[in-house]
């Protein structure tokens, strides 16, 4: 097991203990998260670059379609702005949205999933009927809707609404309220099969209460569909958003974002190609290296990976 | 002795689909300290409802529980929790595939909130030697462990809280028979030390002479006979027991001519029979079955007693 064994003792080694230790082990698990690391920092880098003066959306039209240069590692757009630049700029609001989508979305569907299927009767008609409408509504006109929800109305400050975090904070949540319903009714189902087990009834005559056997029993043996549909879904947001920009909510440009860089470079891609191969590229890396991530962890929270 | 456990006119229904599932009717018992009592019957009987209901996992409909003296109450229930423990029938599904050795085993004092983190890795540390298992097993999982090691697993988890009283669901029957008497002399062994008491649910008659002290036998959630083990085993006194017993192959020996035979299905607990429950098959039935119930009544040895309007050795 591990490289200590025979030196002394065995210890017992708490559950997270060993969670991460077997996480470690997982090679692409770990790469992805270096990758991951590297690309926030990339994004985080603008946050200087800004400070001594830089614009991402200041145009130059004399600039257009400039090559890559020294002043401009990625030249120009169509615009005259920088590319490289907006990329980081862009970088921190389509992950950021990706991340906090997935997360908040995710945190409901678990949670009435969860409730639904362990508490069961009524509670769980009353969860699942309120899901399935959900799943009913037809999307755009939901998107339209809620896009165009003039926020001062709800209570939040003239000055907020007109700012460039209502329009992310918009998008979070219009995306969170469509994306958890899958989420939900797979944790509901996953959860049924682990409730009946008789480890939780142990834990119950025991003395646990519903908490306790949902967090120490149900969460782990349900991570594995959990992060399955986790890391597709950060990838179906990131361009998710690209889709509502295009539309006109969220993210308006000229604030830029991974999404709605590679949406306007699509009518160029003859003139100018590289514009779309960029923000597709680190999509594509972003999304492949939440994948890996997810492997990591799935390795982490199931014991049999360990061989 | 004194009393550890007693049950008071405990019945247990299920309503299923606007029926109501008559799983156990006025069954009253008590286990002492140190006792081992057996609870047998077909499957069907009840039995595992009636472990259930000791173990806190099924609130009885009617009567009461006591333990230690106290009648469980939604206040004392929790407390008592740590000294009724459960092990299961399939050792597979017992325990948590997640779950390291050491956490399953130190599992009901966290949740009972005993000692810190550090003691009770200590606990389940001399728990794992305990049981027989290699001190290693503490970081691996139950996936690496074979079904006899991961009953002793489970009877490590029950002990952790040092229980007075462990409810053993048929723990031995999903076992090999190599594998069967190691568990039971396990048991055995640990009761010893402990001055624990078993409620031991089983249908193996074979199993159940080598551990326990007193035998109760349930038909359709009643309970129809009790007594010490050598009385009962003798001179079993309700026909359903006395079936049971003759129902136990044995090597080198033809069944009796006289062999008592019970044919036909126990009836659906849904629809209980009047009278005698086990009047449909009983092989002595006359009228007074249909009509009466009968009590439990003492039939020979001290503490043996049937509930039949015809039984033997009174």
Same mark, same amino acid.
């Given at each position: 097991?591990?490289?200590?064994?025979?030196?002394?003792?065995?210890?017992?080694?708490?559950?997270?203990? @060993?969670?991460?230790?077997?996480? $470690?082990? !997982?090679?692409?698990?770990?790469?992805?998260?270096?990758?991951?690391?590297?690309?926030? +920092?990339?994004?985080?880098?603008?946050?200087?670059?800004?400070?001594?003066?830089?614009?991402?959306?200041?145009?130059?039209?004399?600039?257009?379609?400039?090559?890559?240069?020294?002043?401009?590692? @990625?030249?120009?757009?169509?615009?005259? $702005?920088?590319?490289?630049?907006?990329?980081?700029?862009?970088?921190?609001?389509? +992950?950021?949205?990706?991340?906090?989508?997935?997360?908040?979305?995710?945190?409901?569907?678990?949670?009435?999933?969860?409730?639904?299927?362990?508490?069961?009767?009524?509670?769980?008609?009353? +969860?699942?009927?309120?899901?399935?409408?959900?799943?009913?509504?037809?999307?755009?006109?939901?998107?339209?809707?809620?896009?165009?929800?003039?926020?001062?109305?709800?209570?939040?400050?003239?000055?907020?609404?007109?700012?460039?975090?209502?329009?992310?904070?918009?998008?979070?949540?219009?995306?969170?309220?469509?994306?958890?319903?899958?989420?939900?009714?797979?944790? $509901?189902?996953?959860?049924?099969?682990?409730?009946?087990?008789?480890?939780?009834?142990?834990?119950?005559?025991?003395?646990?209460?519903?908490?306790?056997?949902?967090?120490? !029993?149900?969460?782990?043996?349900?991570?594995?569909?959990?992060?399955?549909?986790?890391?597709?879904?950060?990838?179906?947001?990131? @361009?998710?958003?690209?889709?509502?920009?295009?539309?006109?909510?969220?993210?308006?440009?000229?604030?830029?974002?991974?999404?709605?860089?590679?949406?306007?470079?699509?009518?160029?891609?003859?003139?100018?190609?590289?514009?779309?191969?960029?923000?597709?590229?680190?999509?594509?890396?972003?999304?492949?290296?939440?994948?890996?991530?997810?492997?990591?962890?799935?390795?982490?929270?199931?014991?049999?990976?360990?061989? | 002795?004194?009393?550890?456990?007693?049950?008071?006119?405990?019945?247990?229904?299920?309503?299923?689909?606007?029926?109501?599932?008559?799983?156990?009717?006025?069954?009253?018992?008590? =286990?002492?300290?140190?006792?081992?009592? &057996?609870?047998?019957?077909?499957?069907?009987?009840?039995?595992?409802?009636?472990?259930?209901?000791?173990?806190?996992?099924?609130? /009885?409909?009617?009567?009461?529980?006591?333990?230690?003296?106290?009648?469980?109450?939604?206040?004392?229930?929790?407390?008592?929790?740590?000294?009724?423990?459960?092990?299961?029938?399939?050792?597979?599904?017992?325990?948590?595939?997640?779950?390291?050795?050491?956490?399953?085993?130190?599992?009901?004092?966290?949740?009972?909130?005993?000692?810190?983190?550090?003691?009770?890795?200590?606990? &389940? &540390?001399?728990?794992?030697?305990?049981?027989?298992?290699?001190?290693?097993?503490?970081?691996?999982?139950?996936?690496?462990?074979?079904?006899?090691?991961?009953?002793?697993?489970?009877?490590?988890?029950?002990?952790?809280?040092?229980?007075?009283?462990?409810?053993?669901?048929?723990?031995?029957?999903?076992?090999?028979?190599?594998?069967?008497?190691?568990?039971?002399?396990?048991?055995?062994?640990?009761?010893?030390?402990?001055?624990?008491?078993?409620?031991?649910?089983?249908?193996?008659?074979?199993?159940?002479?080598?551990?326990?002290?007193?035998?109760?036998?349930?038909?359709?959630?009643?309970?129809?006979? =009790?007594?010490?083990?050598?009385?009962?085993?003798?001179?079993?006194?309700?026909?359903?027991?006395?079936?049971?017993?003759?129902?136990?192959?044995? =090597?080198?020996?033809?069944?009796?001519?006289?062999?008592?035979? =019970?044919?036909?299905?126990?009836?659906?607990?849904?629809?209980? /029979?009047?009278?005698?429950?086990?009047?449909?098959?009983? /092989?002595?039935?006359?009228?007074?079955?249909?009509?009466?119930?009968?009590?439990?009544?003492?039939?020979?040895?001290?503490?043996?007693?049937?509930?039949?309007?015809?039984?033997?050795?009174?």
């Amino acid at each position: 097991m591990s490289v200590m064994e025979g030196a002394s003792v065995e210890r017992a080694v708490s559950p997270w203990g @060993l969670r991460l230790r077997r996480f $470690r082990r !997982h090679r692409m698990g770990m790469a992805s998260l270096v990758i991951l690391a590297v690309l926030v +920092l990339f994004c985080l880098a603008a946050i200087p670059l800004q400070m001594t003066g830089m614009d991402p959306d200041a145009t130059d039209l004399f600039a257009r379609f400039d090559p890559p240069g020294p002043g401009h590692l @990625l030249g120009m757009d169509e615009a005259g $702005r920088d590319v490289l630049l907006r990329l980081m700029v862009g970088g921190q609001i389509s +992950l950021l949205v990706g991340l906090l989508a997935t997360l908040i979305g995710g945190a409901v569907g678990i949670v009435i999933g969860i409730l639904a299927g362990y508490f069961g009767g009524r509670l769980d008609t009353a +969860l699942m009927r309120f899901t399935d409408g959900m799943i009913a509504l037809p999307l755009l006109p939901l998107l339209i809707v809620l896009g165009a929800l003039d926020l001062t109305k709800l209570g939040f400050s003239q000055d907020f609404a007109r700012s460039g975090a209502a329009g992310f904070w918009r998008i979070v949540v219009i995306i969170s309220i469509v994306d958890w319903t899958s989420i939900a009714r797979l944790v $509901r189902a996953a959860t049924l099969q682990i409730r009946e087990r008789d480890y939780v009834r142990a834990a119950r005559a025991a003395g646990a209460g519903a908490a306790y056997v949902m967090g120490a !029993h149900i969460l782990p043996n349900i991570a594995t569909p959990i992060i399955v549909a986790f890391t597709l879904t950060v990838g179906r947001v990131i @361009l998710f958003e690209s889709v509502l920009s295009f539309l006109g909510f969220g993210i308006v440009p000229p604030t830029p974002s991974w999404g709605n860089m590679l949406n306007n470079a699509q009518e160029l891609v003859t003139t100018a190609p590289l514009l779309a191969v960029y923000p597709g590229l680190l999509i594509f890396v972003t999304v492949i290296a939440v994948n890996f991530l997810g492997d990591g962890l799935q390795a982490a929270f199931d014991p049999r990976s360990e061989k | 002795m004194s009393e550890l456990l007693g049950l008071d006119d405990v019945s247990v229904h299920f309503a299923v689909r606007g029926q109501t599932v008559r799983a156990v009717q006025h069954v009253s018992l008590a =286990i002492a300290e140190g006792e081992t009592l &057996a609870l047998v019957g077909e499957s069907g009987s009840g039995k595992s409802t009636l472990g259930y209901t000791v173990a806190g996992l099924q609130a /009885p409909t009617e009567g009461a529980l006591r333990f230690e003296g106290a009648v469980l109450t939604k206040a004392t229930w929790k407390q008592a929790r740590a000294k009724i423990q459960i092990v299961f029938q399939d050792p597979f599904g017992a325990l948590d595939p997640r779950m390291p050795v050491s956490a399953i085993i130190a599992e009901p004092l966290r949740i009972q909130r005993i000692g810190t983190d550090a003691t009770r890795r200590a606990r &389940a &540390a001399e728990l794992v030697e305990r049981v027989g298992l290699p001190r290693d097993a503490l970081n691996r999982y139950p996936h690496e462990f074979s079904g006899g090691q991961r009953q002793r697993i489970a009877i490590a988890r029950a002990l952790s809280p040092q229980p007075r009283l462990i409810v053993a669901d048929e723990p031995l029957s999903a076992l090999d028979v190599s594998i069967q008497s190691q568990i039971l002399n396990l048991m055995k062994e640990v009761q010893e030390q402990e001055r624990l008491s078993y409620l031991f649910i089983s249908h193996d008659l074979a199993v159940v002479n080598h551990l326990v002290d007193r035998v109760a036998v349930l038909y359709l959630g009643r309970l129809v006979e =009790i007594g010490p083990r050598e009385a009962l085993f003798a001179r079993p006194s309700h026909p359903y027991t006395q079936a049971l017993l003759d129902a136990v192959p044995r =090597i080198g020996r033809h069944r009796a001519r006289h062999a008592r035979i =019970i044919k036909g299905e126990m009836p659906s607990p849904l629809n209980p /029979p009047s009278g005698c429950v086990f009047h449909t098959r009983c /092989p002595k039935a006359q009228d007074v079955c249909m009509q009466v119930v009968p009590q439990l009544e003492p039939a020979g040895a001290v503490g043996h007693s049937a509930a039949c309007h015809f039984k033997e050795g009174t």
